[in-house]
């Protein structure tokens, strides 16, 4: 029985670094993505002069 928590407990705390692990990355992603279309867009004015 008791290994059988232990288990669950393991398989929790997997999903859950998981799920932090896949959030942080996203923040990370998306931290990027809008600063890539900032640069292209100070490029873009930088053309148009």
């Known amino acids: 029985m008791n290994s059988i928590n232990q288990g669950i407990v393991l398989a929790n705390a997997l999903v859950l670094a ?3 692990i896949s959030w ?3 923040l990370f992603h998306l931290d990027y993505w809008t ?5 292209l867009e100070g490029i ?5 002069k």
């Open 44 to 48: 873009r004015q930088e053309i148009a």
């Open 18 to 20: 998981f799920w932090v």
């Open 24 to 26: 942080i990355l996203a």
């Open 35 to 39: 600063d890539r279309e900032r640069s």
